[in-house]
């Protein structure tokens, strides 16, 4: 982004005011929290804001970032700002990524085009969800259309199938994705009451899985556990058979012909039995070099001993987060275990963060922490309910606007340049 970045926007939006146009995306968060809420479902809501058992690692999150103040600096010439950074050989215009969320249909309808439409128009990274709803080749067809050069990540869930693992990191390769970024937290769905109250697991709906069915190496999974099923009497509710319409309409292909096939219906269940494996290990992670040229980023380090063996193990980079608060109750915020793990690292890996960064001086305190970037979620979730695509790069584009802006006022001209010397713990 070039310097002015902020104040350009902040001037876009007030002359637009004065014609008596307001933003569709709302500029704080809590607003847009708020609106976002009321235009989702129940169900989509739940997934989206909801959190592991009482909420605690939520509120860690942003009660940790309020921990540590702003200490604006006066009388710099901050007349020329620069937000750009280098990560794994590409110059990006702001030290931000979209980050993945899965099920994002629940959200809007191919929700994953959408958000990689958002990120391309930003020129800002798109880590895409390996619990997606369009498969990553229509989302990097529709990142090609904006052709601005975002770069395009790949999250990977480590299924208990080695082949399907090899075939999802080809596809990535192909796709001319820049970084693989590999899911550690998630072997296993956390407590989440709000889904759990309404009995509602989206994948078990055939949302979210668009990676797996249009995958060459899972439908030959389907297959052969189709030939090799037995005869089964499934139980028969209103409720089942809804939950097969939604199954059928999410699958490849026309309605009819799936809703008389039982192939969708087998392909939730092999999701489900093999989309993650809880035996995942070091081990396994030492083989993965030799498995993808790709950098490799490890998502949900919050200890430094995990942070130290990334970096022995060679790998590229980590994500310290904790999903977003929605894997365990009560876990350590994600700025707190940065605040350890930072100088662990030492500058030796890329260190990114997510899980409660929602603001352009959440961003701010992050870097100065030691972040070289943030992933951004839940914001362009709710921009994505409110306005398509469109609302997901407002909301994005609003946290960088902020993030230009308080780098300024802070009296700092470079996001490279800032460390602990710009905050105070409180």
Known sequence: MTAGYGRARQNDIYTAGVHRRKPRVPTDFAELERRAKRAMSARAWAYIAGGAGEGRTMAANRAALDRWAIVPRILRDVSQRNLGIDLFGKRLPAPVLFAPVGAG??????????????????????????????????????????????????QLYWSTDDDLVDSLLERAAAIRAEAVVVTLDTTMLGWRPQDLNLGSLPFARGEGIAQYTSDRRFVDIVADRLRAAAEERPEISL???????????????????????????????????????????????????????????????????????????????????????????????????????????DGRIKVLIDSGIYTGSDVFKALALGADAACIGRPHMYGLALAGADGARDAVADIIAELDLTLGLSGHTDVADLDREALRRL
């Open 105 to 154: 249909s629940l959200a809007a309808p191919a929700a994953d085009a959408l958000i990689g439409r958002a990120a391309a128009e930003l020129g800002v990274p798109y880590i895409f969800s390996n619990q997606a709803s369009v498969s990553m080749e229509d989302v990097a067809a529709a990142m090609d259309e904006v052709d601005t050069g975002a770069p395009r990540w790949f």
């Open 239 to 345: 409720g089942a058979i809804a939950t097969l319409i939604s199954i059928t309409r999410n699958a490849p292909g026309r309605f009819v012909q799936n809703i008389r096939s039982p192939q969708p219906r087998a392909a939730v269940q092999t999701f489900l039995d093999i989309y993650s494996r809880p035996s995942l290990n070091w081990d396994d992670l030492a083989g993965l070099r030799a498995r993808t040229a790709l950098p490799i980023v490890l998502k949900g380090v919050l200890h430094p001993d995990d942070a130290r063996r990334a970096v022995d193990a060679g790998m590229d980079g980590i994500v310290v987060s904790n999903h977003g608060g929605r894997q365990v109750d009560g876990a350590i915020s994600t700025i707190d275990a940065l605040d350890t793990i930072a100088p662990v690292v």
